[in-house]
Structures are given as C-alpha cells and as structure tokens.
C-alpha cells in the first residue's frame, strides 16, 4: 500500500488549507500509475474564496480537469480519484469529470449544500438541515448513509469509506471497514473536526488533541508524541502520495 501521510498545523491554518487546495486532486493519484503522470492539479483563484473565484486545472485532460465552463462563485471544492466537486454559494453542487460509476450524477433533490466531500469513486454532500446525501460507486456501502443520520457539522470521505461529524462532537463512519477504518474508538467524543485517509482517519477533539484509526501499514495512526502534538487546530489526511507540511 502506497504511503498515507497526516497534516496538521499549530500556526496559520489558512496557508495550509491554501496549499492543500491546490495540490488536492495529485494526492489521490496512485504513485505507481506511471503511464498516466499526475492526474491534475487545481487552483483556486485569486485566493481567498470570493465571488469572482474560479478553477483553473490541468494535466491528464482525459478525467478531471475539464471543469464545466462558467463555473464561479465558488464556496469550495473537493476531488476524488478521477472526478471533482465544487459547491457553489448558492448551495448547488457542480460534478465532473469521471462518471462512469456514478460519482458525478449529483442527485436532483440535492440543495441547499453547505459542505462536500469527495472518495475515491463516490461523492457526499451535507445540506443545511445537517442531513448528508451520498452517491456514486457502491461496492462497500459508502453510499448507504446511516438511517437516522442527523445534526450532522461536518463530513469526509476516504478511499471507500466515509465519515461524519455530528454536533454533539461524535463521529459516525460507514463502508468499507476492512482495516478498521469505520471502527470509530469506543468512547469519541468532544470532536470538533474529522479528517479521512485512503484507509485511516483523524479526528481533532476539543482539547486540541487527535484520535486516529483505521490502517496502519505506515504508520499513520502512531501519533507522534515526541512532537508534543497539542493546540492542534487543522488535521488533514493526504492519500495515497505523501505531502509535507508548509
């Protein structure tokens, strides 16, 4: 398995998301797919998400980089391992580029979205009711939102899996749990933000903590406490090529 990597930032939480925003959709391309080079990078302009912002992509033309043509006013964007997602600031969500298992085909009854996250084949959306909406690839239930699934914040998806957060600060995970990723630790809870690997996740508690689980082939869930990990404010999870911190 091809290394998983985690971000995390005491200092300056926007240039980190800045970066991780640009180099997002390379990060899901698999190090050992040489005949197709880097799938795409995207970036967003001028910066800080406004009105006039836009995406620009390029690379492998053949999957993700063709973003639909007038596509601005822009809240944010996520990417999977072939397609992208941006959700505009009206609520709407925009899909494109590889569609063939679905993941693109955003549902008609989708608005008012205020938050999406993109896996490997599947796409979510979480709407302003705190309720989540899932589609795309469906071989391990990563579309199969948990029935009764409410007061969501905040969600993540991974390689096959998915990840909620809920406003009581516990988490809810769903699909393909073969390395324990869906396996949330008895007991999670007071988690302001969550994050999910290829095969492992993160989440950051309130105490300026993290909780990881899931694969550990490469060591992604050892935190490192000779860091002194605290105050930890942003949590990010790169897959499967590694990153470095900014």
């Known amino acids: 398995m091809a290394a998983a990597t985690n971000i995390w930032s005491k200092h300056n939480p926007r240039a980190l998301l800045r970066t991780v925003a640009t180099y997002s959709l390379r990060h899901f391309f698999p190090q050992h797919c040489l005949l197709i080079l880097f799938l795409a990078v995207v970036v967003l302009m001028p910066g800080p998400l406004s009105a006039d912002t836009r995406i620009i992509a390029w690379g492998d033309g053949s999957i993700g980089t063709n973003v639909p043509v007038g596509l601005f006013d822009l809240k944010t964007i996520a990417t999977g391992l072939g397609h992208g997602l941006a959700l505009r600031s009206n609520g709407v969500v925009v899909a494109w580029g ?13 608005t008012n979205g205020v938050a999406i996250a993109a ?15 899932a589609w795309g690839f469906n071989n391990y239930g990563q579309t199969n939102v948990p029935a009764g699934l409410a007061s ?17 600060g516990t988490v809810v995970a769903w699909g393909l749990g073969s390395s324990g990723e869906t396996n949330v630790p008895a007991g999670l809870s007071g988690v302001t933000a969550i994050s999910a690997g290829e095969v492992h996740c993160l989440a950051l508690k309130s105490n300026g903590t993290l909780a990881a689980w899931g694969n550990n082939d490469s060591g992604q869930t050892n935190l490192p406490s000779s860091l002194g990990l605290t105050n930890i404010t942003v949590i990010i999870t790169t897959w499967p090529c590694a990153a470095t911190e900014q």
């Open 98 to 110: 590889d569609g063939s298992l679905g993941q693109t085909n955003v549902p008609a009854n989708l």
């Open 119 to 133: 896996g490997r084949y599947h796409s979510l959306a979480l709407r302003g009711n705190g309720t989540v909406i």
């Open 152 to 168: 969501v914040a905040a969600i993540a998806a991974g390689g096959d899996h998915c990840l909620a957060l809920r406003s009581n």
